[in-house]
């Protein structure tokens, strides 16, 4: 048993000579590992330096730095204070080694001279226009469809230490996956579901681009450009397509008034003084919208008398006198 109360194995079980400080030492590490765990990074540090990282080489460059910077205090204050604005972060490297786990900002940061190096990072939103793209649907129909993406840098460190230029890459990956995704869609899909496609196109951006330190925001497809061709049979297509339903609900006008006559009719025959009603409205109709014409009906058989006119037998009938 040792001191700190682990057990720890004798020489003579051992063979290797075991003593009670490797226990204190293994409980400094345990303790060690939790705190980096915790904080995500060791304890130690000084300056915004981590002390386990730092080689022979490594301090003695940075007492070097900062005896320089303090010789030189006047001047080397403006040099090594730098302003970093409220949507920007600095990524600082320090002989070659990214400072902190986390980018540095907003306000005012210390930068060592010769050995410090930094790469602002702008985090607002931006815009990425993709240019119209010629895509080959799946109903072999050859589209230009256009879109735009809209994205931001939420993490500063990957966008700088994961890729080379964030923006280029991410504007390249949206051509490619605008490609991809539309060449499985028919020319009926793509102009109805836009929606459903950007949105799925966000998707697998938003996924490709988590390394990148990228979240992509929105994914909108602008214009969908087909042949002339065949925008000139889509609309032939679509003029028949009224035309026939035109016809249809003609039909169907001519025949509910057919119906709506038919009834009138039987609704007359049953009361005959009903028509005359009726021709006194339609002369009063007329009378009010043309002062000058007034209609009077007559029944056919009346001309039979007038002027010797028989209907019958279109023959002319001797007076009777």
């Known amino acids: 048993m040792s001191v700190c109360g682990c057990k720890v194995a004798s020489p003579a079980r051992s063979g290797r000579g075991q003593a009670p400080w490797r226990c204190h030492r293994l409980r400094s590490r345990v303790a060690f590992l939790r705190t980096t765990s915790v904080t995500g990074s060791p304890p130690f540090y000084f300056l915004g330096i981590k002390s386990k990282r730092l080689g022979v080489c490594g301090w003695v460059l940075f007492s070097l730095s900062l005896l320089l910077m303090i010789i030189t205090f006047p001047v080397s204050i403006w040099i090594c204070l730098k302003v970093i604005k409220e949507y920007e972060r600095a990524v600082v490297f320090r002989l070659g080694r990214i400072q902190a786990d986390k980018a540095k ?5 210390l930068i060592l001279p010769c050995i410090d190096v930094f790469v602002k ?5 931006v815009t990425c226009n993709i240019p119209p793209q010629e895509i080959l649907t799946r109903d072999s129909v050859t589209t230009q469809v256009d879109g735009v993406v809209y994205y931001r840098i939420y993490s500063a460190v990957s966008a700088v230490a994961n890729v080379n230029d964030v923006h280029q890459a991410t504007f390249l990956l949206a051509q490619t996956t605008l490609r991809n995704v539309l060449g499985t869609q028919t020319l009926s899909q793509i102009l109805a ?6 949105h799925s196109i966000q998707t697998l951006l938003d996924d490709a681009t988590e390394l990148w330190g990228i979240r992509v925001a929105r994914v909108e497809i602008k214009d969908v450009r087909i042949p002339i061709q065949l925008q000139r049979s889509m609309a032939a297509e679509a003029e028949a397509t009224r035309e026939a339903r035109a016809r249809v609900l003609a039909a169907e006008g001519e025949m509910n008034a057919s119906k709506s006559l038919k009834s009138a009719s039987m609704v007359l025959a049953e009361s005959p003084i009903a028509l005359q009603l009726r021709y006194l409205q339609t002369l009063t109709t007329v009378a009010t919208e043309k002062n000058s014409t007034i209609v009077f009906p007559l029944p056919m058989n009346i001309l039979e008398g007038i002027g010797g006119v028989s209907y019958d037998n279109h023959k002319k009938v001797p007076n009777r006198a």
């Open 193 to 198: 579901g836009r929606e459903e496609i950007a």
């Open 105 to 109: 900002g907003p306000g005012l940061i």
């Open 121 to 125: 990072v702008d985090l607002r939103t």
